[in-house]
């Protein structure tokens, strides 16, 4: 995003706006806090702002500030339809192209807003007016950071605003410990402190609180846990008859993934959970080093994300999905063990 366009957002939002919010399908932390983020900070300079998500998300995020006016689209479709219909702005959050927004697609292609895109994904589509694009960023919070600081605003980072933001790039750091972080993102992170942000709060709200569920469900997937050494690989499967047994709620499964790739030797972990009610296999993929789970994703299960950390969907079967991603290890086994 260069200084015109920063003074081109600059003029737009000089006076109130109809503004809409959307981050992906299926929210997670930093999607949620970078939309909160901002709609705080557009509420202070007396815009109609409004987060609209594709659908409900995890109750660990359904505490931070003002997240009670966020809607779904899913469930409230006709009241946000007319939203995005009338709205003047649409931001998109965390996301490129408009399928990573479910049911939604439609109605944001079809929508005549100007619309502004603040994502760190690879391989963006071309839908937005302006678009602060970046993969090298740790997360969408730090970039609304950023794009707050670009519009010479900083001084109206609250309490409230910090917290969203430090919530994301907490999250998508993996508590600040992968590759992504950098120092610059640790000054912004003591900002977010000093500005209001308690970080020893966030942290217990977002991974402290458990359900004895959960943990069943935890040690469910750790027992499903397998590895395939000459490829450096692990991986996990929850199929639906699990999930239901421990009465599963979304959010369950967040993180689980990672259990695998903290295996010794291990640079490829997967996890692989089925979906009966969308009729899918949903797969999330995390590496270390500098194998693309980004580029496996988009070759083989219908996905993408950053080099690191990618997600993708199978229609196959869990059976067959996992046949498939064992079957096709080979052709990465030179890649993986050469990390």
Known sequence: MNKQDINNIKQLLSSPKKIIIVPHKNPDGDAIGSSLGLLNYLLKGNHKAQVITPNDYPGFLKWMPNEVSILKHDSQTKQCDDLINEADIIFTLDFNAFHRTGNMEAVLTESKALKIMIDHHQSPDDYATYMYSDVSMSSTCEMIYNFIDMLGDLDLVDADIATCLYTGIMTDTGSFRFSSTTSTTHRIVANLIEKGANNAKIHDNIYDT?????????????????????????????????????????????????????????????????????????????????????????????GGGHINAAGGKSYSSLKDTVEKFISILPTYNKALNNE
């Open 210 to 302: 458990n359900s004895y569920n959960k943990l069943q469900l935890l040690g469910c997937a750790l027992n499903n846990l397998k590895v395939i050494p000459e490829s450096r690989t692990a991986y996990i499967t929850l199929s639906q008859d699990e999930l239901n047994q421990y009465n599963y709620t979304k959010g369950d499964t967040e993180g689980v993934v990672n259990y695998g790739l903290s295996l010794d030797g291990i640079v490829l972990a997967a996890i692989f959970i089925e979906d009966k009610q969308e009729g899918i296999i949903k797969i999330s993929l995390r590496s270390k080093g500098n194998f693309s789970v980004n580029d496996m994703s988009r070759t083989h299960f219908n």
